[in-house]
């Protein structure tokens, strides 16, 4: 599935099932939950602290699309073309970064 697809993928299952965007606002609470649930998982799954209890632990892959699930609404009703953005970060990093990791010590 291209990026493209997903958007409209997203955008047709929002006006089937979910009736209407949240608005932005509460989509960007709602992101922030969600990278928060991302965030428990990796502290827990590769960091140092342990789990309460085995059935609170969720999967990483289900969380990560959590989270590009509502970047994708977030991008959808401000209209931004996900595959131009990337496109255009990518030429950005490019061009700053170019050299700058090659020469970095600590890499």
């Known amino acids: 599935m291209t990026i493209k697809e997903a958007q409209n993928l997203v955008d047709e299952w929002i006006k089937k099932y979910g ?32 789990s309460k209890n085995k059935a609170d632990e969720k999967e990483l892959s289900e969380e990560l699309a959590d989270v590009l699930w509502v970047l994708i609404c977030i991008a959808n009703q401000t209209n931004i073309d996900l595959t131009k953005a990337l496109e255009e970060n990518f030429r950005k990093k490019t061009t700053r970064d170019s050299e700058r990791h090659l020469k970095n010590p600590k890499l």
């Open 19 to 50: 009736v209407r965007y949240f608005n932005e606002l509460t989509n960007m609470a709602i992101l922030t939950e969600e990278v928060g649930e991302v965030a428990r998982i990796m502290a827990r799954k590769f960091g140092e602290q342990s």
